[in-house]
C-alpha cells in the first residue's frame, strides 16, 4: 500500500513539474554499473530546473542481476557548479530499491530505502543534445558506488 501510494505521489509531482512554464527540462537514458558487483542495469529519467543552479532529478533504473531481478528509484536534487559546455555538479538524495533474488516473478520482494550522493558532469554536444556521467555512492546496499553514463535530450 505504502509503495502504491509513493509511485502515484511521484508521477503526480513528476506530471506538475512538466507543466510548469518556466526552467529548463531535460530527459535522460543510459547505463548503470554498479562497481563493488559488477551489476548492470538501464536507467530512464528527467530533470527540472527549478531555480539558478538547481535541479531536481527523478530516475528509474532496472537491473540485470544474475538471478531475480531489482529495481531503483532515485529522487536526487543536484546544484551546478560550472556552467556551459562541460556542466559539473554535485548530488544529493533519496533512493529506493527493490530485489527479489528468487528466478522468475515469484519470490520474496525486499525493499531498501536510503541516500545516496555523488557528482557528475553534463557535456553540450549541441542545444538539445548533450551526455551525462554520474559516480555516487547509494547507502541502502553497504554502500554501492555506482557509475552512470547516459545521453540526455533538451525539450524545446
Known amino acids: 500500500m ?3 501510494l509513493f509511485i502515484i505521489v511521484f508521477f503526480m ?3 506538475n513539474l512538466f ?4 526552467g529548463e527540462v531535460r ?12 551489476e548492470v542495469g538501464t536507467f530512464v529519467g528527467g530533470e527540472y530546473f527549478f ?5 531536481v532529478a527523478p530516475t528509474f533504473t532496472v537491473w540485470f542481476p544474475e538471478v531475480g531481478n531489482s529495481l531503483n528509484l532515485n529522487m536526487d536534487l543536484k ?3 560550472t556552467e556551459g559546455v562541460s556542466q559539473v555538479y554535485l548530488l544529493a538524495g533519496y533512493s529506493n530499491y527493490w530485489i527479489n533474488l528468487q528466478p522468475g516473478n515469484p519470490g520474496v520482494n525486499q525493499q531498501r530505502s536510503g541516500a545516496n550522493f555523488g557528482a ?3 557535456i553540450k554536444a549541441t542545444e538539445q543534445f548533450g551526455f551525462i556521467t554520474e559516480f555516487k ?3 541502502q546496499n553497504s554502500r554501492w558506488p555506482v557509475l552512470r553514463v547516459g545521453a540526455v535530450y533538451r525539450l524545446p
Not at 507543466?19 to 518556466?22: F, G, I, K, T
Open 120 to 122: 557528475g558532469a553534463f
Open 13 to 15: 509531482m513528476f506530471g
Open 27 to 38: 530527459l535522460m537514458a543510459g547505463g548503470d554499473y554498479r562497481l563493488t558487483i559488477k
Open 137 to 139: 555512492m547509494q547507502s
Open 79 to 81: 546544484y551546478y557548479l
Open 2 to 4: 505504502k509503495k502504491g
Open 51 to 55: 531555480a539558478d543552479k538547481f535541479s
Open 19 to 22: 507543466a510548469q512554464e518556466q
